[in-house]
């Protein structure tokens, strides 16, 4: 993808904020920055704007249900967005056991938080945005003996650091932010063509349906020949 000054700039132009051989002044640099990053921030919340899930594996400790999830956290990642199926323990042998995820609510209600067992059965994650860096993730039963899980997370977009910054994402994206941007560089005090509100609404609707998994049905043993 081109740099982040480039694509404001054709967003701006959209708008007729900008003419082709314009330039971003230094309050502009700073304003625009801070706006495409909300605007790319906005996005870590809709599930489908989200071109891939991140699986990772942790230990885990005997008779310790909770660990921190985050950058420099006992399970050491950028603190995901959110955590969603499938997610699994894996016992010494290879096998999965699967994992249900459940809300504060349902973590709630569990009665006895300390009980012991041989494997987990539900994952509660606490995303902890009163802290700037981790969030918690607890298993009920604590597992008797130290096994792995396995995590799918969705994973909050990186924000542009500099106007000459440049990350790499799928086809589409590039027109999605440029089109989108340029609504929100309007305000509400520039006219908007009504071709480029349409652009911009298309251009997502394309990538959530791209990225809109598609659900199929697995058999919970091997098919075995006849």
């Known amino acids: ?4 000054s480039t694509m404001i700039l054709r967003s701006l132009r959209l708008i007729g904020e900008k003419t082709r051989s ?3 002044n230094s309050n502009e640099q700073t304003q625009c920055l801070s706006e495409i ?8 919340n809709e599930r489908l704007m989200i071109f891939t899930v ?5 230990p885990l400790t005997s008779s310790q249900g909770s660990y921190t999830i985050g950058n420099g956290g006992d399970f050491n990642m950028t603190r995901p ?21 459940i809300d504060v609510e349902t973590y709630g209600k569990i009665f006895d938080k300390n009980l012991d067992s041989t494997y987990p059965i ?14 918690t993730v607890t298993f009920w039963p604590e597992p008797i003996a130290g096994l792995s899980t396995f995590i799918n997370t969705l994973q909050p977009f990186i924000n542009f650091s500099t106007l000459s910054h440049s990350i790499s994402l799928p086809p589409g994206y590039q027109r999605a932010i440029e089109y989108n941007y340029a609504i929100e560089a309007a305000g509400g005090f520039t006219e908007v063509d009504p071709m480029v509100a349409i652009i911009a609404r298309e251009s997502k609707s394309v990538i959530k349906a791209n990225n809109s998994p598609v659900p199929v049905d697995v058999p ?3 098919m075995k020949k006849a």
């Not at 990053?37 to 870590?44: C, G, P």
Request: proline share 9%; with cysteine.
């Open 220 to 222: 919970e043993e091997p």
């Open 22 to 24: 314009d330039i971003l």
């Open 54 to 58: 991140s699986q990772t594996s942790f």
């Open 1 to 4: 993808m081109p740099a982040v």
């Open 81 to 101: 967005t959110k955590i969603i199926d499938p997610c699994f323990i894996r016992n010494p042998d290879l096998n999965d056991i699967p994992l249900k995820i």
């Open 122 to 135: 539900y994952l509660h994650y606490d995303y902890g945005y009163s802290n700037t860096s981790t969030g």
């Open 37 to 44: 990053n909300s605007l790319i921030d906005s996005w870590s």
